[in-house]
């Protein structure tokens, strides 16, 4: 009789050593993800801003590339024509034409940094 139990804790762990969890469809996705060659889109924005009795709009191009786990991000309004490239580890700021930068070392996991405004200069 005690080799039941005995037999049923053995077939509970190998089965859960088995299985991968609730990882498994997260790191699929990660890998479809990183087969894909690449990315290009455009957007157009307008944000309005108001202040007391008067509203400002502000209209701004916005062009994405991605490959991998690498992206730039190029964005055009009237004040400034600002680029962000992410290497996959740093995050380089710069003017379009300018002939400087700015290197950021992230305080994220580079596996989740993605374009967008966050950390953005304006």
């Not at 089965?15 to 157009?44: C, I, T, V, Y």
């Not at 290497?87 to 374009?115: C, T, V, Y």
Request: net charge positive; hydrophobic share 35%; glycine share 8%.
């Amino acid at each position: 009789m005690p080799r039941f139990p005995l037999l049923g804790i053995v077939l509970i762990v190998s089965s859960a050593l088995g299985q991968d969890g609730s990882n498994k469809p997260w790191s699929d996705l990660k890998a479809k993800r990183e087969m894909l060659p690449g990315l290009h889109q455009e957007f157009e924005l307008s944000r309005t801003y108001s202040r007391g009795s008067s509203n400002r709009t502000i209209h701004e191009r916005v062009v994405i590339d991605v490959a991998n786990r690498k992206w730039r991000e190029r964005s055009i309004s009237g004040s400034c024509d600002c680029v962000r490239i992410f290497d996959g580890q740093n995050l380089f700021l710069m003017e379009a034409d300018g002939n400087e930068f700015e290197r950021i070392h992230p305080q994220w996991k580079s596996d989740n940094f993605a374009p967008g405004r966050t950390g953005h200069r304006s």
